[in-house]
């Protein structure tokens, strides 16, 4: 006798323990790359867990100061200028790794009468940066008609700023050639290392002061000056060697405008400046032209004066943020003050000389493109320079040679101490969404272009797109700021209140929501700090955020006459659980509590589970049992 085979329930299980989107349609089991997710906030995948994302809580209030590019001793410093009772007004502190604040002293400045011009002026622009473990501000003031005026240093000492005296910038010793007018006719081979007219690098912006240098020959009586019509200049003139012995000696006189002088070197020798050509003659007691005693003498010329205020000094102190980059290839620290974000020239850039930030020669700038640079990165040996619609990037060519090497001797010719910074066009279709928004992480650049794309700057010639997958969510966002930090093994992009979260290890995204509109961060420990405009915010504290992940729909792989699910039963550590039956959302919310959810669930062929949860989970199980009717 036959018996009919009799129906009978199977127990189905999926184990949940590792993913971040959801179940893949077609194949049971299989986790979704978090990429292909179809919905999940304050979310992130964490030490093998899917859990909440960290708290983000106000840690210190403060409102309307700027966050500065100086880090000292792990503090991060932020200060800000106001006009205060005719005066000016410039406060400052640091946030430390905790997020607490270091109060600096107030720097009060008084209106004054310029030092240049007949008018009273007043700060009202700085920038700060860090230089031998020191933090500077430069200062620009400009008189009663709102035109620049003059720019000061003041350096940070025990919580207080203090001005850096004009004597203490840096004034180069410019060899304009090494043995006046007439090293032409010397034999060879006496002229061939001073005698080529040359240049180092050009006068300091930052200061009047020039200074100018000659080796004496026998036979030179002229020494231009640079500077044509001195009429009204001061000069002096230095000489630094050997007077009728070996012994090194030092001896200095003053030529006033129109007058001689007698030269105290020599016998009736008296020196002049002829203003219209700007040149240093010696004459002897009959006005002829002779070089000072050779017979007597050896060494070196020094002429020092004073030019007028450069106008190309505004644009150093009008600069906004800045860098160090340039020098020991390009890389590590850098050795070269770059400074950018001009309050008028909105696409220049600037740098120092080598190791001295108070040393910007004339000729070291360049203008990018024609759209204003909003901010600049340092990768590896490139220097990115993002604007509003193109990417350049510079890197350094030359020399790791100063002005000092070359008056030590160390540098015989002047074009071997050259430093060159091409710039080179990396994209001229893409730029920067806002100031804020890059980071470099593991020597990548990571950024959020104009057109809301996120991406990754690999080399000189590769930008690859990250944001395909969410690029739609991204699109929908408002703001006029973004802001790109590391954090942990992620890294964040954030556009007002939306975070979008970037898995660096899996190439997953996921998507955050903040407390509050955030602006810049703070980069400086493990766990950065975001900036509002009420204060610094920090990942810490207790959940205080609505967090769930939805899964894709998936339809237990039955065919199609099986797909009738008699009972789903759901277990987890923690959380709440909703329900999408056929793609329509149920009102069914429970809490999963390791019983059975659903019995006898007919005429349910596709589920999507949405699952809020308070801790982390360490996985979630769905079991569920088809009819085999």
Known sequence: MKYPLLSYPAENKLVLNDFSGGINKSVPAKFINANEQSDLKNMWFYEGELKPRPCINLKSEFSGYKKSNVILNQKQFFYKLEPENAGTSIYSFFIDESGNKIQNETLYLEPKSSDFAFTTVTAYHCFAFLYNETVYLAIAFRDNENFFAHGEFYELKNNAFLKVEEEKIYAPLIMINGKGNK?????????????KASSFEGINLLTNRVRVQYTTDGVSSMFALTKSYMMDKEVIVRFRGSINSSSAQETEVTILPGK?????????????????YGSLIFEDKDGKEVAPDASSIAGNLEIEFYLEENPNKQSIFEMEENCFFGGSGGSGKGNRLFLYKNK??????RWSDINNPFYFPENNYANISNDKILTVKKQNDMLLIFSEKSIHYATYIGGEYSANDLLSGSVTDV???SAIFPITQLSGDMGIFSP????????????????????RIDSSNSITVLSEKIQPLINNTSADESVLLPFKNYFLTILGKNIFCFNINYSSWYYWEAPVIIYNAVKNSENPYLIAQNGIYGFFGKENFESYFKTAEFDFNAPEKLK???????????????????????KLKKPINNYKIIANAKNVYTLALKLWVKKSISGITVRYILSRK
């Open 415 to 417: 074009t071997a101490v």
């Open 436 to 455: 804020n928004a890059a980071t470099v992480i593991n020597g990548k650049t990571y950024f959020l272009s104009n057109t809301k794309k996120v991406c």
């Open 260 to 276: 001689k002088i007698d030269f105290p070197i020599g016998t009736n020798i008296k020196c002049y400046v002829r203003d219209k």
């Open 564 to 586: 009738k699910i008699s009972g789903i039963y759901c277990s987890s550590n923690n959380g709440s659980i909703e329900f999408e039956f056929n793609g329509t959302k149920s």
């Open 344 to 349: 008028n020239n909105a696409n220049l850039i």
């Open 183 to 195: 090293y032409g006719t010397l034999p060879s081979p006496d002229n061939t290392v001073f005698a």
